[in-house]
């Protein structure tokens, strides 16, 4: 079997929930400073990319930016690494499961939130500031019209747009876990990523690489900032627990439902499953 049907990706989704919420702390933290550090590097390697090509071409660079992106969840759901949007999906799923409770929820998404910021910025100063990566030419340029556009939206727009991103970023999530071998979880990860980035939604982890990187060049300030993570952070909660996690939920849920420990076993969880 090389990959699982939409009610056995749940039973997956729910068991790395629960498993997300028992890492040690500084598991935790080593993971999300992981995963803030990939998604930026995904972002930096868009931005070098893309900012030397001319205006004509924004079509193409659109496309050929968001092809590159998606190296960040690649690496984060492959290589290791705990990312806030992800859990957004998987950890209120084994909350509707009644396997963890709310203060757990809310703990690893307030542990992962920080050390998603920390890997961010990370990349942002030292790749971007101390290296230059994002301070020359056409590169700041790149960089900061990125980020302005990102803090010069409103409030709902931010939210709903993080809303769309997090649809998008957790549904790739589910299909990743869908897949037994390494094409196939990078395949099920590249579209949807690929296609949040095209569309322009905005990624509150993301936001956390670009923006800094923008104020580190002098440009905008850290309340610019705080803006725009709140209504992000907010619309990616709902694209992800909401859209993704509490629809399949709803839809493949089972009357009995065990995903650890109890009565009854599906055969799936007999077998290891990585995250």
């Known amino acids: 079997m090389s990959f699982y ?3 056995q990706i749940l039973e997956i989704s729910i068991k790395n929930g629960i ?4 890492y040690p702390l500084l598991t935790t933290i080593l993971l999300g400073f992981q995963a803030g550090a990939f998604i930026s590097l995904g972002f930096l390697l868009y931005i070098r990319v893309t900012a030397p090509l001319s205006e004509g071409l924004s079509g193409l660079s659109a496309i050929l930016g968001a092809s590159v992106f998606p190296i960040g969840l690649i690496l984060t759901l492959i290589a290791g690494g705990e990312l806030l949007t992800g859990n957004m999906m998987v950890v209120p799923l084994a909350k509707f499961a009644n396997k963890i409770n709310t203060k757990q929820v809310v703990k690893n998404w307030f542990l992962i939130t920080v050390s998603n910021f920390l890997g961010a910025i990370f990349v942002a100063y030292f790749f971007g500031h101390i ?9 700041l340029d790149s960089t900061v019209h990125i980020a302005e556009h990102k803090v010069e939206v409103t409030f709902l727009q931010a939210f709903v747009s993080g809303i769309g991103c997090n649809w998008l970023v957790a549904a790739a999530v589910w299909l990743s876990y869908g897949s037994e071998d390494m094409m196939g979880k990078i395949a099920g990860i590249w579209f949807p ?4 980035v095209a569309i322009g939604f905005q990624h509150v982890v993301a936001n956390m690489f670009v923006i800094p990187a923008a104020i580190f060049a002098g440009h905008l300030t850290w309340m610019d900032y705080i803006g725009n993570f709140i209504p992000v952070f907010l619309g990616n909660a709902v694209g992800g627990a909401l859209f993704i996690g509490m629809v399949y939920w709803f839809a493949y849920k089972k009357n009995e439902y065990t995903v650890i420990e109890g009565t009854k076993k599906t055969g799936i969880l007999d077998k ?4």
């Open 5 to 7: 049907k939409p009610d």
């Open 19 to 22: 498993k997300k919420t028992s």
């Open 131 to 139: 290296v230059g990566l994002t301070e020359t030419g056409v590169y």
């Open 193 to 196: 990523t690929m296609a949040f």
């Open 272 to 275: 290891k499953i990585g995250l």
